[in-house]
C-alpha cells in the first residue's frame, strides 16, 4: 500500500467578523483526509464551501482555528519552527493558483521568476546549472524557453502564464501540490491539455496532489478519490465511479445534475 505522505486532522477554521458584535463564520468544520504518495484527490464543491480555505490551511498562509495537518508525521503548525524548517516545507509541498495574472510580479521576468525557485534549493548550483534546469521544466509543459525567458508576464496569455507556473513544480518537484481551480480562468481548449499535465507530474515523479474545483466533470479526469465538500464539511468521499453513479449525499447528487453525461468517461 501506498505511504500516506499528509494527513488532516479535525481541522477546523472559524472567521470571526465585527468588533462590537462579533459573528462566527465557520468556514471549515472538523474534516478528516489523507493524502497518499502518488496519489490526486479532489476537494470539489461550490464557492464558499472551505475548498479554498483548506488548501490555504496546508500551504501555511493561514493559521487553523483547531485541529492538525502533519506532513511525513510532522505537524506543519507546531513542528516547523524556523525559516529553515519552512524552506524545507515549501520545497515539498508547493501551489498553483487560480489566478495567473495575480502570480506574478509584473515587473519581473520569467527568466527572474524562475530562477527565484532555487531559493528553497538547499544545494548550490550555478547559474548556468540553473538555466538548463528551468529550460528544461519550460520544455517539459510544452514552452519554448528563448521565447519566453526574458518575456515579463503581461506579455503572455493566461496559459502561457499558468504553464509557467507548472514549470515551477517541475523544477523544484514537491511531494505534494496544491491546485486551486487551475483550469477556471484557462481557455476550455486548453484545459485538458493542463490537467494532463498534472497527470505527468504523478506519473514521472509520483507527484502527490490535491486539485480544488467546483467541477466533478473535471475531478473525475483527474482523480484517484473525490471529497465533495459543503458548508464546511465533507458530506461524500469515493471514487470517481462511486460519486457518479452512486451518489449518497442531496448535495452531490446536486453537484452532478450540472454535469453533461458526455463529460464523464465514468457514468453508466
Known amino acids: 500500500m501506498s505511504k500516506v505522505i499528509l494527513e488532516v486532522k479535525n481541522l477546523t477554521k472559524v ?45 501555511r498562509l493561514l493559521r487553523p482555528t483547531s485541529g492538525n495537518v502533519l506532513f511525513n508525521g510532522k505537524d506543519i503548525w507546531r513542528d516547523i519552527r524556523n525559516r529553515k524548517e519552512l524552506k524545507w516545507y515549501w520545497r515539498n509541498v508547493n501551489g498553483v493558483f487560480q489566478d495567473p ?13 524562475m530562477l527565484r525557485k532555487f531559493n528553497l534549493f538547499d544545494e548550490e ?33 493566461g496559459g502561457m502564464r499558468q504553464r509557467v507556473l507548472i514549470a515551477q513544480i517541475f523544477l523544484i518537484r514537491p511531494k505534494l501540490v ?15 491539455s493542463l490537467l494532463d499535465l498534472f497527470l505527468k507530474l504523478r506519473d514521472e515523479f509520483k507527484t502527490s496532489q490535491i486539485f480544488i474545483t467546483h467541477d466533478l466533470g473535471l475531478a473525475t479526469y483527474t482523480s484517484d478519490r473525490i471529497l465533495v465538500m459543503y458548508k464546511g464539511k465533507i458530506v461524500e468521499e469515493g471514487t ?9 449525499h442531496p448535495y452531490t447528487k446536486k453537484l452532478l445534475e450540472s454535469v453533461p453525461k458526455l463529460y464523464s468517461k465514468w457514468f453508466t
Open 178 to 192: 496544491i491546485a486551486d481551480e487551475p483550469t477556471s480562468m484557462i481557455d476550455a481548449t486548453l484545459r485538458l
Open 240 to 248: 470517481p465511479e462511486e460519486i457518479l453513479n452512486k451518489p449518497s
Open 101 to 113: 495574472y495575480s502570480s506574478f510580479n509584473p515587473t519581473h521576468t520569467i527568466r527572474f521568476v
Open 15 to 59: 472567521y470571526r467578523i465585527g468588533l462590537i458584535r462579533q459573528k462566527e463564520i465557520v468556514a471549515v468544520n472538523n474534516i478528516n483526509f489523507n493524502v497518499k504518495e502518488g496519489e490526486i484527490i479532489s476537494l470539489v464543491g461550490e464557492s464558499g464551501s472551505g475548498k479554498t480555505t483548506t488548501a490555504r490551511i496546508i500551504l
Open 125 to 157: 548550483m550555478d547559474y548556468d546549472t540553473k538555466i538548463s534546469m528551468i529550460k528544461e521544466a519550460l520544455k517539459e509543459v510544452g514552452l519554448i524557453p528563448e521565447e519566453i525567458l526574458d518575456k515579463r508576464s503581461f506579455e503572455l496569455s
